[in-house]
């Protein structure tokens, strides 16, 4: 069982930066990903990104790339996600969740583990 508790969410105005965190527990998370999911009001849980615990490597949508960063901190067990350029279509509730290592990791199906998420609100 992998325990994930989010933070950092908030009200912003756009073009604001934001970083979330991640706090994980339970399990050692050398052969997992984790994962950074959002939804908004209506529409679908999409992916943000994501990025294997033990190589560092990170996955992200298209929406966000070039504006969003994950990273990790192994001492800690905290994933984050570091959001610059916000913009009021990024609101949404954003979600971390873990996985072990394998394939398609952009989507929220594969994923065992999620945290409660935490709001993210971008006003114009």
């Known amino acids: 069982q992998v325990h994930l508790v989010e933070s950092g969410g908030g009200l912003v105005q756009a073009g604001d930066s934001l970083r979330l965190s991640c706090a994980a527990s339970?399990?050692?998370?050398?052969?997992?990903?984790m994962g950074w999911f959002r939804q908004a009001p209506g529409k679908e849980r999409d992916a943000v990104g994501a990025?294997?615990?033990?190589?560092?490597?990170?996955y992200y949508a298209d929406s966000v790339k070039g504006r969003f960063a994950i990273s990790r901190d192994s001492a800690k067990n905290t994933l984050y996600l570091q959001m610059n350029s916000l913009k009021p279509e990024d609101t949404a509730v954003y979600y971390c969740?873990?996985?072990?290592?394998?394939?398609?990791?952009?989507?929220?199906?594969?994923?065992?583990?999620w945290g409660q998420g935490t709001q993210v609100t971008v006003s114009s």
């Open positions: 990025i294997t615990w033990s190589a560092g490597s990170t």
């Open positions: 339970g399990r050692p998370l050398s052969s997992y990903v």
């Open positions: 969740a873990a996985r072990m290592r394998g394939l398609g990791y952009l989507r929220s199906d594969t994923y065992d583990y």
